[in-house]
């Protein structure tokens, strides 16, 4: 597609503007209206366009300028999630239950992504630190019942929470810390609640 000059670039802009508030195209003079040149003019761009490939126009008919190329820079939004913090988890109590709720926290892309569910927990203790998860980091966790061996996931049993590698073995679930430390916790019935998206840390 050829290139095309400023001011037909913002002929073209303005159509496709106009367009999308209208639901229908600018007349010939409501262009001339807007740029304050002459009718002679701005038929001049539109065949210019024309001839580029970025719209279209029938002459025989009013309002019949379509736009074939949007040219207008679109503008980047950020996703901003706001996911739930869940602080002290209190045994007995579900996961996700309101007396464990800690506020929100806003994270961007890609710390969520979207159409995914997130929440976040407050990490405690040292057993992670050779993951870089450290005391007082903040563990962005989404939510799924499933896990692939290696990853980090957020599990219950017997009614405790604990953040640890996921392994699949023979006869059991392995669950592993990063520090030698301490010792891998192994289990026949673990409830996975999510895996590990992000840590964020503040200073």
Known sequence: MKEITERQKE????????????????TVRE???NFKI??????????ALQ???YLTQCQKRARSIRVLTDCREKESKTILEKVPILGTVAAGKPLL????????????????????????LRVRGLSMQNAGI???????IE????????????AVIDDAITLKRYYK?????????????????????????GTLASIVRTY
């Open 143 to 154: 939510q799924t019942n499933t896990a692939v061996d290696g990853q980090i996931i957020v």
């Open 11 to 26: 002929v073209l802009n303005f159509i496709s503007q106009f367009t999308e508030n209208n639901d229908y195209p600018p």
């Open 51 to 53: 001839k580029k490939g």
């Open 169 to 193: 073995e023979a006869n059991r679930v392995r669950l592993q810390p990063e520090n030698p430390d301490f010792q891998a916790i192994y289990c026949q019935d673990v409830r996975i609640v």
């Open 97 to 120: 239950s309101e007396e464990n709720f800690d506020g929100y926290v806003n994270l961007p892309e890609p710390f969520v992504r979207p159409g995914k569910s997130y929440f976040a």
């Open 134 to 140: 450290l005391d007082g980091d903040l563990a962005v």
């Open 38 to 47: 002459s009718l002679r003019a701005v038929q001049d761009h539109i065949t």
């Open 31 to 33: 262009i001339s209206d």
